[in-house]
């Protein structure tokens, strides 16, 4: 739990240094922050790839996954729902900026991904990277909406716990070629994640989440043949 412990400590610093500065951050500062950590979730993706694609047993997987995760997350318009949803949400300053962190915070690749790996084999890379991503979110926020912010910590502690708990539990089933071919989908994502924070395309990674399912899906297949 230490990743998601660092993590939930990095919004309430980030919700408590931006409620301080108020506004006192430019806009070409903030700029500056999110292209810093656009760079570093697509480094961070890219190595994830490189890293596990020479492991890869099925060197097809990823393509189908990404695929298939693709379209059925188009089908269902994850991302459209998460805007709305958002939208629907913010009544008020306040509950805009908790809305809108809230889901930033939970539903990514890093913060799905991150609590498995660290459950699994206590690598703490992605919550530590998504902890830095979400200090300058939660610092941009509270800088517009108040030390308020500070309450989505409790809610991502909780979302992460509950991740980190259930690999736990699955434990036995998680083998390292699922992970492998799991990791290859996912540092994808990630550097798909990178390039919509770098403006250079957005590529709703959100719609792709469901190809995160399929690896784990076709490995406990092929283990029953």
Same mark, same amino acid.
């Given at each position: ?7 939930? =400590? ?10 301080? +500065? ?16 656009? @760079? ?9 790839? /490189? ?19 693709? @379209? /059925? ?11 709305? #949803? ?19 915070? =939970?539903?990514?690749? @890093?913060?799905? +991904?991150?609590? /498995?790996?660290?459950? #699994? ?47 736990? %539990? ?7 070629? %699922?992970?492998?071919? @799991?990791?290859? /989908?996912?540092?994808? #994502? ?7 924070? +770098?403006?250079?395309?957005? =590529?709703?990674? %959100? ?19």
């Amino acid at each position: 739990m230490t990743g998601t412990i660092v993590n939930t =400590c990095t919004i309430l610093a980030g919700s408590l240094i931006g409620s301080i +500065l108020k506004k006192g951050i430019k806009e070409n500062q903030q700029n500056a922050l999110y292209t810093a950590m656009g @760079l570093a979730a697509t480094g961070l993706g890219i190595n994830a790839v /490189v890293q596990n694609m020479p492991k890869s047993i099925y060197p097809v997987l990823f393509i189908v996954s990404l695929a298939l995760g693709s @379209l /059925v997350g188009t089908a269902i318009d994850i991302d459209g729902k998460f805007q709305k #949803l958002t939208e629907k949400l913010s009544v008020g300053q306040l509950s805009r900026g908790l809305s809108t962190g809230i889901l930033l915070f =939970c539903i990514g690749t @890093l913060s799905i +991904l991150g609590p /498995v790996q660290s459950a #699994l084999y206590g690598d703490h890379t992605y919550l530590f990277t998504n902890a830095a991503l979400d200090f300058v979110t939660s610092m941009v926020l509270a800088s517009t909406y108040g030390i308020g912010m500070a309450l989505t910590a409790p809610v991502l502690f909780c979302w992460q716990g509950a991740i980190y708990a259930a690999a736990c %539990m699955l434990g036995n089933f998680m083998t390292a070629d %699922m992970m492998t071919e @799991l990791s290859v /989908v996912g540092g994808f #994502l990630i550097a798909g994640s990178g390039l919509s924070i +770098l403006n250079i395309r957005d =590529c709703k990674t %959100m719609n792709m989440l469901p190809a995160l399912v399929i690896p784990p899906v076709f490995c406990w297949t092929i283990g029953f043949f």
